[in-house]
């Protein structure tokens, strides 16, 4: 589903913000990716959803580049950043629409989409309301929602748990589940170790850009705690 061969970023400043970072995410995986403010967790993301260019290594989603054949490698996922850009003077339901309409949904699939997820996620009477009037959670709902509704393949998510109240981030939890119960396969960030612990089939540590350590989350941890694995690495 994402396959990351040897990805290194520098910034212009000389810091090499991903050094050789190589990692695969399968159908059918949530994958977690964890490592201290800074690690290079936010870089890679966006090296992989084309939002940054990167000097060396080669991204590849379900089997094509990302470099290459750019528009054809993100036709099948959905990416939410750590802090969503929303246009706060459109109302929640017409900026689910646009969003829509930007990525060729048709009427039959935003109109049960919006349906369905807006009411999962208890956004449904706020629709109408500007998005300028949304708490931070609503906003995060918001986002989850316009990515939710095109039923991905990947979804990509960059701290989607925080500004959740406890009943959202449940059901979040499992909508990530049911995308990977349809084949299709989640690449998320948390500083969440106990929800990443208990979700994620596969974990990967970064630190200062490069992995440290990668794979089946209860083989990865053995008989420590997430925490304590992480502390223990990133000391």
């Known amino acids: 589903m994402l396959e990351i061969k040897n990805l290194t970023k520098t910034y212009k400043n000389g810091k090499k913000a991903v050094d050789s970072l190589s990692l695969t ?50 036709h099948s996922i959905a990416y939410i950043p750590d802090s969503p850009d929303l246009y706060v003077n459109m109302t929640g339901i017409k900026y689910l629409k646009f969003i829509a309409d930007v990525c060729g949904l048709d009427k039959e699939k935003r109109e049960n989409g919006i349906r369905k997820y807006a009411g999962v996620l208890e956004l449904t009477n706020s629709l109408g309301d500007l998005v300028s009037s949304y708490s931070h959670g609503m906003k995060q709902k918001l986002a989850l929602i316009s990515a939710l509704m095109r039923e991905p393949e990947l979804l990509i998510l960059d701290e989607p748990f925080v500004g959740l109240d406890p009943k959202a981030a449940f059901t979040l939890k499992e909508q990530l589940k049911a995308i990977c119960g349809r084949g299709g396969a989640v690449f998320f ?22 992995l440290v350590v990668s794979g089946e989350t209860n083989k990865v941890t053995g008989d420590k705690s997430l925490e304590n694995l992480f502390l223990e690495l990133t000391e």
């Open 189 to 210: 960030s948390t500083h969440i170790l106990d929800v990443a612990e208990k979700l994620c089939d596969k974990i990967a540590i970064i630190k200062a850009g490069k």
């Open 25 to 74: 995410v399968r159908a059918g995986e949530i994958y977690g990716f964890i490592g201290h403010n800074g690690a290079g967790k936010t870089t890679a993301m966006k090296c992989v959803t084309g939002i940054l260019e990167y000097e060396t290594g080669e991204i590849y989603m379900k089997g094509k580049s990302v470099k290459d054949e750019p528009l054809e490698s993100k």
